[in-house]
């Protein structure tokens, strides 16, 4: 990477790494509709550096683009929005590719399909549900991503639409450490048994790091409980008062770490059910057309059930501890030797694998297996269904609950009140609320309409606040610029977790709620 | 100044929420085609902050209807600020970001007047502030978001029954990111809890025992943080190190790479040591754009009414 890029994106490649840059620089966008949404999302990505857009748009610029969109300005008035939004975007980095197209989506949609195949990701935004559909199977058949996003008066969604969306780092933002106290390999227990916990010199004792004090009190333990760790909560206090026993000074921080940390010393061995899910899924039996990650799957589910014991491949990484340095770094060289091992394993058995289903086994890089390794226990699948089976087949039960849930109902009647929208146009062919002399028609032709939706929805029972149903109105299809502004603020968000496949995308819909200033993942 | 139709025909969207009635509204929201007139002419907004969440709020605001803005940064725009300082070039590097910020906004949306202060929050006198009606903050450090509350708290005034006196409340509205997170909330002194009541959910930074860095370093960090606050010291006497000064990193690094080969510490590079050394906090444009529309938006509710205000704290962790 050149050095201007390297201290131009210093702040975001210290979150998602150079290779992830490198994924972003390679990926190619799509944006349907350039409003005041689509081009605050398309702005994020373009200062973080995408590789190309295309903004699609038939519209001209007209006085009210100029209230809510900030990429357009008194000289666009009469102009393609597509094009005026295209050239301030291209102003904002010359490294990306910027192009535009004045065209109608829906024509496209409708007309030319197969335009949509060079993209890595379309992002939908202000688009009618019947276009959303078609468009979704288009995006499904050629494996584009599809993030949907729509600011409507004070509410607003994103979604995302695609088959599967496998991410190896997943980088949660609390993970128990792997560490094996519970269960040390040979190794490790042996460096432990090593260093005399007792020992008389003070600053020794104090820089003893808490990893051997557990492991050896803990063999302690086990010794005097027939060969059992502590499981009881009273069991885990009194481990606690044993560590404390060993303490020569109440000030030794090394100590308080232990005491600290003795509850990794009781974990049950094994792996999570998340993991366990991803292991059976069905897709894990691979042959040629695998993707790579679930043949690094197939390979994990034997690792574990053979030379793991259960276990995945070892993590490799401590945590900073109070400790003498030597102490320390020979204890990272337990830790990294193991996970080499364990990686080493773990690429055999790819290998092995890949031949077994026919392809070259050099087809898969160290780097990736190692990478794999070392997130085994992180692993996510995400998998969304088509947006036609989700309007026709909703998750009734949850809506049930989120819509009298007092926490969730505004979220789920805007969520049911957008759909309302869109057969309000499909009848009205306008926004409901537009007029401010239509408003108590409107009102009631809305309400009429809900409950329809509501009904054909299986929601039999629920019932909309005429309050809301109201301010839907009121809102009369407004694009606010801060609602604009933060939807497509989700939308990019989404958009770099899924092209970088690095942290875990939206698993549902995010409804944004402005009126109090939610966002709200419901699973429908 | 544009014919007043088109005006009426630009602020169709925003004019939707301002100019009807609702039953989900705050407290004395008296919708009218006025408000947005009398919303960009006596509504005064201070953004403090022209970084990464002020660039953002001074658009959003802009185009929320509000006119009459003051933004104050005493910051110079820097290369490493452009992946998502969207109103800076590269051709501005080395300028004052409240400077350009201003101008940038002002010449795209018409009619708005932003006056820049390129000076420190501490340089403007207490009246400064007096003259807002509602600050926001778009900071990146806990000792100016405390200033800045201090002074908003400082307005304050009891009735005989011991009541804040509403006029006396001069409302903040603080954003914050770190990554894909970030937060915003609306603090009404002696109505919400402020600042100062809630620094607690600032996580600590990070300070090694100075035994740790001398003695027993474990990490990478624990060897450039030597470099940088002892072996410096202990060489250059009297002369103050410089974070801005490449040559000042440069040698941080060099001798923080020394160390490390010492003890058999991996990890050092010099992109780690500056991230040590300047505590640098990792920012992203969407999360700036997350927040910041947040913000903006609890401005114009509190400001008009036009919907009910957030109670008082949001945050976003979409990761």
């Not at chain 1, 729509?150 to 450490?177: A, M």
């Not at chain 1, 995400?382 to 949850?398: G, K």
């Not at chain 2, 501005?92 to 420190?120: L, Q, W, Y």
Request: with cysteine; hydrophobic share 40%; proline share 4%.
């Amino acid at each position: 990477m050149a050095v201007e890029s390297k201290t131009k994106y210093d702040r975001q490649l210290r979150i998602w790494g150079e290779h992830g840059q490198a994924a972003l620089e390679k990926a190619n966008i799509c944006l349907l509709n350039c409003g005041p949404t689509g081009s605050e999302a398309l702005k994020n990505l373009v200062l973080g550096g995408i590789g190309s857009i295309t903004v699609i748009d038939g519209t001209k610029v007209e006085n009210h683009d100029l209230g809510n969109n900030f990429m357009l300005d008194e000289m666009s008035l009469g102009q393609s929005k597509a094009k005026c939004v295209c050239t301030f975007l291209q102003e904002l980095n010359d490294a990306v590719k910027a192009k535009f197209v004045e065209e109608h989506p829906d024509a496209l949609i409708e007309g030319n399909p197969s335009f949509f195949s060079s993209f890595t990701l379309v992002i939908a935004t202000q688009l009618l549900e019947s276009s959303l559909v078609k468009l979704d199977k288009i995006c499904r058949q050629s494996n584009i991503m599809l993030l949907v996003a729509l600011s409507y008066g004070l509410t607003g969604l994103v979604r995302i639409s695609l088959k599967d969306h496998e991410v190896i780092e997943s980088k949660p933002e609390h993970f128990v450490d792997d560490l094996r106290l519970n269960n040390p390999w040979p190794e490790l227990k042996e460096f432990a048994k090593s260093i005399d916990i007792n020992v008389t010199d003070p600053v020794v004792h104090k820089h003893t790091p808490y990893i051997v004090i557990l492991i050896n009190i803990a063999g302690k333990w086990a010794d005097q409980h027939g060969g059992c760790l502590p499981t009881t909560r009273q069991e885990k206090k009194e481990f606690k008062e044993l560590i404390k026993s060993c303490m020569l000074n109440v000030d030794e921080e090394n100590y308080k770490e232990a005491t600290e940390a003795s509850y990794k010393v009781s974990l049950t061995s094994g792996i999570s059910s998340q993991l366990r899910q991803i292991l059976s899924d069905s897709a894990a039996e691979v042959n040629s057309s695998s993707p790579d990650f679930w043949i690094l799957v197939a390979a994990l589910k034997e690792f574990i059930e053979n030379e793991g014991a259960g276990e995945p491949p070892l993590e490799g990484s401590i945590p900073d501890m109070t400790s003498l340095t030597e102490y320390y770094i020979n204890l990272q060289k337990i830790y990294q030797a193991k996970a080499e091992a364990d990686c080493l394993v773990m690429e055999h058995r790819v290998r092995a694998i890949l031949k077994s289903i026919g392809r070259e086994t050099d087809s898969i890089s160290k780097a990736y297996i190692k990478n794999f390794c070392k997130n085994a226990r992180k692993l996510v699948v995400c998998r969304y269904r088509p947006i036609e089976d989700e309007l026709n087949n909703p998750a009734v039960q949850e809506l049930q609950k989120y819509m009298i849930d007092e926490d969730y109902c505004f979220s789920a009647g805007f969520y049911i009140l957008l759909q309302a929208v869109d057969r309000f146009i499909a009848n009205y062919n306008r926004f409901p609320g537009l007029f401010d002399t239509e408003m108590e028609d409107d009102i009631a032709r809305l309400k009429t309409i809900a409950v329809g939706v509501l009904s054909d929805s299986g929601l039999h029972g629920s019932t909309l606040t005429e309050d809301l149903i109201n301010e839907m109105c009121r809102f009369g299809g407004a694009e606010i610029h801060s609602v604009a502004a933060f939807i497509g603020g989700v939308a990019s968000q989404e958009a770099i977790k899924l092209i970088t496949k690095q942290f875990v995308p939206l698993n549902g819909m995010l409804v944004f709620n402005g009126i109090d200033q939610k966002s709200q993942i419901l699973l429908v | 100044m544009a014919s007043s139709s088109s005006e009426l025909a630009r602020w169709r969207d925003i004019d939707k929420l301002l100019t009807r009635q609702g039953n989900i509204v705050g407290p004395g929201f008296e919708p009218s085609p006025q408000l947005r007139q009398d919303i960009g002419e006596f509504a005064r907004v201070l953004v403090v902050g022209a970084g990464g969440l002020g660039c953002e709020l001074l658009k959003d605001l802009a185009l929320s209807g509000f006119r009459n803005i003051d933004v104050i940064d005493m910051d110079t725009i820097e290369i490493s600020n452009l992946n998502r300082q969207f109103l800076f070039r590269l051709q501005d590097v080395g300028k004052s970001k409240a400077v350009v910020a201003a101008k940038r906004v002002m010449e795209r949306v018409s009619g708005v007047n932003i006056t820049p202060h390129f000076c420190r929050i501490e340089d403007k006198d207490i009246v400064f502030y007096n003259d807002f009606n509602i600050i926001v903050l778009g900071l990146d450090s806990i000792e100016a978001r405390s200033y800045i509350n201090s002074v908003a708290c400082s307005f304050l005034e009891y009735d005989s029954d011991d009541n804040p006196v509403p006029e006396s409340i001069k409302p903040m509205i603080d954003g914050g990111t770190e990554g894909f997170k970030g937060h915003a909330r609306v603090i009404l002194p002696g109505v919400t809890p402020c600042f100062e009541c809630n620094i607690w959910l600032f996580p600590p930074q990070v300070k090694f025992p100075l035994c740790t860095l001398a003695e027993t370093p474990r990490t990478a960090a624990h060897c450039i943080e030597y470099a940088h606050l002892i072996k410096w010291n202990e060489v250059h006497g009297g002369k103050t190190f410089d974070p801005d000064d490449p040559e000042h990193m440069q040698w941080v690094y060099k001798e923080a790479v020394k160390r490390a080969e010492l003890f058999g510490i991996a990890g050092v590079t010099y992109s780690f040591t500056q991230g040590v050394v300047k505590n640098i906090i990792p920012a992203i444009a969407s999360t700036n754009a997350i927040i910041s529309a947040a913000c903006a938006l609890e401005v114009l509710k509190i400001v008009s009414g036009c919907s009910k205000t957030l109670s008082n704290y949001m945050t976003s962790s979409t990761s």
